[in-house]
């Protein structure tokens, strides 16, 4: 169990993989459902406010754990998969 500095517990020590796609031009972070993702793989993500099905270029990959995501894990939305 890891311990954070105020004295309290971190919970998630779960590692994410984050994925940065490039979609219409601008870059936007998605978690990946797997590790098993590389950069210039295309994928579809959902985008705008109906998550309608879009087409993207995986920028980055990144694993971290929830407390260093480059997202709030509670703001970032999951890929529908690779293309």
């Known amino acids: 169990m890891i311990h954070s500095l105020s004295g309290g517990v971190i919970r998630d020590n779960y590692r994410y993989t984050f994925v940065k796609v490039e979609v219409d031009g601008a870059p936007y972070w998605y978690l990946s459902p797997t590790s098993e993702i590389a ?24 694993q971290a754990d929830g407390h260093c995501a480059p997202v709030p894990l509670n703001r970032i939305r999951e890929i529908y998969g690779i293309l």
Not at 40 to 58: C, L, M, N, T, Y
């Open 39 to 62: 950069v210039g793989a295309k994928v579809s993500v959902p985008f705008g406010k109906g998550d309608f099905p879009r087409e993207g270029v995986v920028l980055k990959v990144e």
